[in-house]
Nanobody
């Protein structure tokens, strides 16, 4: 069993910053790509950023230059540093990871429970 637990969401004023964390735990042999997604009310879930096991990153155009994704492989943890936040960044943020468990020979997709980020004055 693998779990992803997010932390770091909250309420922030426009122009402010937040740092999200996502820690994976359980029967983990190795983790491949990781990422962050978000879902605003009435909208579909969308990709925010992804990072491979070797550190290559990819960002949605809407967050380029403002958000930074990173990971600590030794801790099975990923982060999302969010700067210059805008009201349109308000959403529930979900972390994602492709995990190979000790019991398997394939990668499986896991999601966190979501953390609310609200950008408002």
């Amino acid at each position: 069993q693998v779990q992803l637990v997010e932390s770091g969401g909250g309420l922030v004023q426009p122009g402010g910053s937040l740092r999200l964390s996502c820690a994976a735990s359980g029967s983990i042999f190795t983790i491949g790509s990781m990422g962050w997604y978000r879902q605003a009310p009435g909208k579909q879930r969308e990709l925010v950023a992804t990072i491979t096991s070797s550190g290559s990153t990819n960002y949605a155009d809407s967050v380029k230059g403002r958000f930074t994704i990173s990971r600590e492989n030794a801790k099975n943890t990923e982060y999302l540093q969010m700067n210059s936040l805008k009201p349109e960044d308000t959403a529930v943020y979900y972390c994602h990871a492709n995990v190979m468990p000790y019991s398997g020979r394939a990668y499986y997709s896991y999601w966190g429970q979501g953390t609310q980020v609200t950008v408002s004055s």
